[in-house]
């Protein structure tokens, strides 16, 4: 069981580290990595800031009620 996991972790870390039978250095992975942060980070974001949209016009204008009562006036 753990021989088979220490087997997939190997495999992995191996296909992660060589391109076409030739080994990747560590500042290229570092780069990667930290790029791939960089791209997460700006996604969940960017996310977050949609999430924070106002849904109504009464969340983004406190005196939307008062404004629509007065057009609504004769």
């Known amino acids: 069981m753990f021989a088979a996991i ?3 972790i190997r495999q992995l870390v ?3 580290t060589h ?7 560590k ?3 570092v780069i990667l990595i930290l790029v791939d942060l960089f791209v997460l980070v700006n996604v969940f974001n960017g ?5 924070r949209w106002p849904l109504a016009p009464q ?4 005196c939307y009620a008062a404004y629509a009562d007065y057009r609504r006036a004769p």
């Not at 391109?19 to 250095?25: A, D, F, L, W, Y």
């Open 6 to 8: 220490r087997r997939a």
């Open 14 to 16: 191996r296909k992660s």
């Open 19 to 25: 391109v076409r039978h030739s080994s990747i250095n």
């Open 27 to 29: 500042v290229s992975i």
């Open 47 to 51: 996310l977050d800031s949609i999430a």
């Open 59 to 62: 969340e983004e204008f406190p």
